[in-house]
T-cell receptor, first 114, second 114 residues
C-alpha cells in the first residue's frame, strides 16, 4: 500500500527561525515528489523533485530528495508570519502508461508567531 | 485565464440527500482528481480519471460517484450512502505525462451536512 508520512504534524516557531519539514514515503513506481503550500483553500505548488541530491531553491525555501532513503525535506529559513500554512508532501506514482496518481501525506501545520 | 473552477464554494446538505460538486478545467489536462480533506488528515483520493469516459476508485470511494463525459468536466456526487460527508473537497488536474506530474487545484467546496 502506498504511504506518505510527514513530520512533525504541527509546529510553532518565532519569526526568523529556520524550520525543517520531513516527508518519507513508500510508493511503487515512483515518478516524483512534490511539495505544496496550503493557506486557505487551494494548495499551491512549491517544488517537484525527481533526482536524488539536487537541491531545489526558491527564495527562503529549499528542498532535497533522497531516493535511496525514500525521504525529502523542506527547509524554510528566516521564517515570516506569511509562511504560516499547511505544507503538503505528495508522491506521484506511475499509473498506466503515461498516467500519474498523487498520494498525499497528512501535512505539517506551521504557525509562525511574530 | 486558464484554471480549475469548483462550484459551489459552500454547500449545505440535509441527511439522506445526494449532492453534486462541480469541477471544470480549461487547461486541456487529461487527468482529473477528487480529494477529500479532513482536519489533520491531509488529502485523501476519492476518484481519479486519466481520460474521458474512464475513471478509477481512489482510497475512499465508498458513497461517492463520478462521471467523465467531457475532458473539461469531472463532477463528483456525494450520495446518501456516504456516512460522514462533511469535509472540504478539492478537485485537481494534471497532464497525463510521466515527466510533468504537477497537479493544479481548484479553490475547493466545503460541504456541510445539516
Amino acid at each position: 500500500e502506498d504511504k506518505v508520512v510527514q513530520s512533525p504534524l504541527s509546529l510553532v516557531v518565532h519569526e526568523g527561525d529556520t524550520v525543517t519539514l520531513n516527508c518519507s514515503y513508500e510508493v511503487t513506481n515512483f515518478r516524483s515528489l512534490l511539495w505544496y503550500k496550503q493557506e486557505k483553500k487551494a494548495p499551491t505548488f512549491l517544488f517537484m523533485l525527481t533526482s536524488s541530491g539536487i537541491e531545489k531553491k526558491s527564495g527562503r525555501l529549499s528542498s532535497i530528495l533522497d531516493k535511496k532513503e525514500l525521504f525529502s525535506i523542506l527547509n524554510i529559513t528566516a521564517t515570516q508570519t506569511g509562511d504560516s500554512a499547511i505544507y503538503l508532501c505528495a508522491v506521484s506514482r506511475k499509473y498506466g502508461v503515461y498516467g500519474n496518481k498523487l498520494v498525499f501525506g497528512a501535512g505539517t501545520i506551521l504557525r509562525v508567531k511574530s | 485565464d486558464g484554471g480549475i473552477t469548483q462550484s459551489p464554494k459552500y454547500l449545505f446538505r440535509k441527511e439522506g440527500q445526494n449532492v453534486t460538486l462541480s469541477c471544470e478545467q480549461n487547461l486541456n489536462h487529461d487527468a482529473m482528481y477528487w480529494y477529500r480533506q479532513d482536519p489533520g488528515q491531509g488529502l485523501r483520493l476519492i476518484y481519479y480519471s486519466q481520460i474521458v469516459n474512464d475513471f478509477q476508485k481512489g482510497d475512499i470511494a465508498e458513497g461517492y460517484s463520478v462521471s467523465r463525459e467531457k475532458k473539461e468536466s469531472f463532477p463528483l456526487t456525494v450520495t446518501s450512502a456516504q456516512k460522514n460527508p462533511t469535509a472540504f473537497y478539492l478537485c485537481a488536474s494534471s497532464v497525463r505525462d510521466r515527466l510533468n506530474t504537477e497537479a493544479f487545484f481548484g479553490q475547493g467546496t466545503r460541504l456541510t451536512v445539516v
